[in-house]
């Protein structure tokens, strides 16, 4: 485990030389150090909550919005919850030498195309104290080893679940300084660790704007930015207005503070007159502040809606704030989002098969959802036991980031003494 008085530096050197050790155990091993992850956690879990209870005072001692406050809270169910999600990962198939592809050519070579670790991944996160059993866990069995950088925030979280995900994956064989963590909040400290060409070979920020907005100004590593959501429900003129109903309050309100709630609520204005008045009163009862368009704010009945102004309808809330607007088309529908969107998640409710497939092709996101809540944009919900994060980006990776996507490839190639021309 990296110490707090080691540099950044340091702690890449370190790291990466774990990278090259860590490249080669066999899957037996990582699952081994899994489960005793997973079982530190259950046994230590009183420590871990003991932490987190002096971050959680310290952050409303501060001022931390409730949101950031529901991110940084831990208990015992949540716990529970990064635990499970360990071993889930355990279940999961080893990517590393995974065949992608492979052919032989008429002079005779053999060519594979196989999958490998990274090397050294370095994940940055902001109040999210999970994202470090996450991260570890997911690079671990990928083959990785990972460099912690979490908010001051949560520094005692951080420092108290890297520790114990470290010891107990270096008892079960893991080699020394295959999990670490920089301690401390400084910028200067992320500008650092962002420089780290030749011992970093891939960083993920997990947090917001001005997050990646820092790190977009130093870097000189590759980076996947864990992207902000914008994402949009659209009920159709076809949609069974009372599954658009379910739909659009589990997406809005289950977990207002995470980046696949809905956000903008669109409605094609032949149904709009019946389902808005239900849909708002649900959605007022549970505390959501509505902003709407002028035809949305006519038609909410007694639902008080507030006029929306341009800014709200490129706002990520993360809070119970919705914006509402009403559309004359599917064609309409697209528009807004392609305009507005952020490339997230994004959700029809039809009943119509043509309007379904037109959307899920037209829109340009990395999860498009038919019938079903955005809040599913998730690596556990897709059976990958966890993520470090929700990539918008097209290369190399796309939606939750999990163990395939921590992995690169490289050709091997066999041959009896074959010699270019």
Known sequence: MALSTETVSDVCATAKRASRALALLDTQTKDAALEAIAEALEDRVSDVLDANALDVEAGREAGLSEALIDRLTLDRRRVAAIAAGVRVVATLSDPVGEIIDGFRRPNGLEIRKVRVPLGVVAVVYEARP?????????CLKSGNATVLRGSSSAARSNAQLAQLASDAAEAAGVPE????????GEREELRELATQTGTVDLLIPRGGE???AALAEHATVPVIYAASGNCHVYVDASADLDLARRVVVNAKIQRPGVCNATETLLVHRDVAPAFLPQVARELASSGVELRGDRRACGLAGRIPIEPATAADWDTEYLSLILAVGVVDSLEAAIEHI?????????????SDRDAARRFQHAVDAACVYVNASTRFTDGGEFGMGAEIGNSTQKLHARGPIGLRELCTFKYLIEGDGQVRS
């Open 338 to 350: 392609a305009a507005h969107g952020t490339g997230h998640s994004e959700a029809i409710v039809t």
């Open 177 to 184: 300084g295959a999990i670490s963590i920089i301690r401390g």
């Open 130 to 138: 999970n994202v470090a059993i996450d991260a570890a866990a997911l």
């Open 210 to 212: 001005q997050l990646k």
